[in-house]
């Protein structure tokens, strides 16, 4: 099975990847495809929050959404790898949920992880959130992952 | 299967085939710098401008777009050698690498966004009262300003497809002055002797320099474009043919319907008017209702100027979030809401910068100072501008011989020189003119060294002693 793993940078991706490791058998799964899209005409086209050289390295002069968003793919990748399936990475652009889905698409997959985003009135309301449109639309299964209850270790610590 | 893992492994770091997937086709980017560059200025600033040259201000068009595609002739070969989101800041910091002089330019481009935005909120409160002429004109650029803000927040400017629609919208209605233009000729009543006459006081050259001081806001906007490069196809092809193509598409459309204004309605009308392009249209020259025209014609002045401002609220947001990236600014700027992923801090400081600058703008004028909001940050605007846009063509003239493969676009140096120039002749000018522009110039510039000093007394805390400012690898408590 091909499984696409999405991720926007944010540490609720990494934990939906990790959520698989958890319960998958890495023996069914013949490869994952972890997937960054850049958003080009957003005020933040993408912002990498995984991996610890991104936190300072690119800066106003050497803006790169595109380096930001290597790092995030590559970042889940490496822990994937220790897992056992084969991994390969990917950045589109566009508009997230129908890239990830033409990526499911492309790659004839057998599960789309996603992380929940966010639950909000915004979300909910006026435009829908990624992993909303994704369940929607996606040609195969989809594994939303919630990250744990809110406030649970970084909001209430402060 | 652990073995398959690691060799994959390798070959990923080496090759890292068919992983490029980009979505900004050379033709959506020409749109994309054709609705930048239209929706800036000719709708909100024709009538100021109109009124500095007299009836031959299609001009100042003429010359304005002329020296500004000239820049963008710089830019172009830049943006096809480093294809990243930073724009000038990059490229004057490959030029020079002195950090005082990166962070003035990132700081002035900031400004300068600023400026625009609140130059660009008056014209659409102009057009907006033409329809409903009830509330305050400081209600309505507030209100435009916040909306703008939420819409960038919840990230619906992510649709290419809607930047395409909003440009075919703002040429329509710039079509619409141009038939009403032929129509009129057509009819047999346009009187060409207008077309070449000038303003009474002082020398004709004088005034199309004033003019194009003025035109040149109408010309700005391309180089947002830059924001757009890592995500382009081809860019080195791409790049240089949609920035050209786009701007010369945004100056011939100009010069006509400059034109089209100056033959229709009378120059004194066009000075005195707060929505310049709506006389045209209520002159009552072609068979439709004037009523309708009138209504329909201002929305398609406020999509217009939506457009432009809209990419003007990304602008800044964005520059903020890379200058606390670098630690410039505080880190608070380069916070990403969690689920929306965009910078809500960035965004919200934009939107009360602005609104601060209406504000004082409207104040100054009730007390009697008489400064016509729009003008003076449409001065303000350019006075950066130009300053940037001359040192990005001197950065791209020392750049030569770096970083270059046979297939890097290079722009024509003759062509560059003339440009900068024309550059430092309009900047020269700009500030002879109009002094009082440099206290506006100062005042935006304060806020970035503000912003740095917080920076400065905070951000202390958050290094570990003798770490370097922006040095890269230090973690911050927050981001454990």
């Known amino acids: ?158 | 299967m652990a073995d398959t893992g690691i060799t994959d492994d390798r070959s990923q770091a080496d090759g890292r085939p068919d992983e490029l997937t980009r979505s900004i086709t050379g033709r959506l980017l020409y749109f994309y710098v054709l609705g930048d560059v239209l929706g800036s200025g000719i709708y909100v600033l024709i009538g100021a401008v109109a009124g500095a040259v007299g009836g031959a201000f299609f001009l100042a068009f003429a010359v304005g777009v002329t020296v500004a595609t000239l820049t963008g002739l710089a830019y172009a070969e830049l943006v096809t050698k480093y294809p990243q989101a930073a724009g000038a800041a990059l490229y004057v910091n490959k030029a020079f690498r002195n950090k005082p002089l990166t962070f003035l330019i990132t700081i002035s481009f900031l400004s300068s966004s600023f400026a625009a935005s609140g130059s660009l909120a008056s014209g659409f409160a102009e057009y907006f009262l033409s329809v409903w002429d009830l509330p305050p004109v400081l209600l309505i650029t507030l209100a435009f300003l916040l909306a703008l803000t939420i819409i960038n927040f919840i990230g619906i400017t992510e649709s290419v497809v809607t930047n395409m629609l909003m440009t075919f919208v703002e040429v329509a209605g710039l079509i619409v002055v141009m038939i009403i233009g032929v129509w009129y000729i057509a009819q047999g009543n346009a009187d060409f002797g207008t077309l070449t006459e000038f303003n009474s006081e002082g020398s004709p050259i004088l005034a199309v320099v004033s003019g194009v001081a003025l035109a040149f806001f109408a010309m700005t906007g391309f180089e947002n474009a830059a924001n757009v490069a890592e995500e382009t196809i081809d860019p080195k092809k791409a790049f240089p043919r949609a920035l050209v193509g786009g701007m010369i598409s945004a100056g011939v459309i100009y010069v006509l319907v400059a034109i089209a204004a100056a033959l229709t309605v009378d120059v004194g009308t066009l000075a005195d008017s707060d929505a310049a392009l709506l006389e045209v249209v209520k002159a009552g020259i072609i068979p439709v209702p004037v009523g309708f025209m009138t209504i329909l014609f201002a929305i398609i002045a406020m999509i217009a100027i939506t457009n432009t401002t809209l990419v003007s609220v990304v602008t800044q947001s964005r520059i903020l979030y890379g200058m606390a990236k670098e630690d410039v600014v505080p880190s608070a700027f380069a916070k990403i809401h969690p689920t929306r992923r965009s910078p809500v801090f960035g965004l919200a400081f934009s939107f009360v910068v602005v609104a601060g600058l209406l504000i004082v703008g409207t104040l100054l004028n009730r007390a009697g100072a008489g400064i016509d909001v729009v003008e003076r940050l449409a001065t303000v605007t350019v006075v950066f501008l130009l300053f940037i846009y001359a040192l990005v063509i001197v950065s791209c003239l020392k750049l030569r011989g770096h970083d270059e493969d046979e297939d890097t676009f290079r722009a024509n140096t003759p062509l560059l020189i003339i440009g900068l120039v024309g550059n430092l002749v309009l900047l020269g000018y700009v500030l002879y003119d109009d002094p009082a522009s440099l206290w506006w110039v100062g005042g935006l510039l304060a806020i970035g060294v503000v912003l740095y000093l917080v920076e400065v007394a905070m951000g202390s805390r958050n290094r570990p002693p003798g770490a370097e400012r922006g040095d890269p690898g230090i973690a911050r408590e927050g981001d454990r």
């Open chain 1, 1 to 158: 099975m091909h499984v696409v793993i999405a991720t926007d940078g944010s540490r609720e991706s990494l934990a939906a990847a990790r959520h698989l490791q958890s319960f998958a058998d890495p023996a069914k799964i013949t490869t994952i495809t972890v997937v960054a899209v850049i958003r080009p005409l957003a005020a933040v086209a993408f912002a990498d929050e995984l991996s610890p050289a991104s936190r300072k390295g690119a800066g106003a002069e050497t803006l790169s959404f595109r380096e930001a968003a290597r790092s995030a793919v590559d970042t889940i990748a490496t822990e994937l790898r220790k897992w056992g399936p084969k991994v390969k990475t990917k950045i589109r652009s566009g508009s997230p949920a129908s890239e990830i889905i033409k990526e499911a698409e492309l790659t004839d997959a057998g599960l789309v992880v996603v992380s929940a985003g966010g639950r909000g009135l915004t979300d909910t309301v006026l435009v829908g959130s990624t992993a909303q449109r994704v369940q929607h639309y996606a040609p195969c299964p989809v594994l939303v992952v919630r990250a744990a209850p809110r406030g649970g270790s970084r909001k209430r610590s402060r």
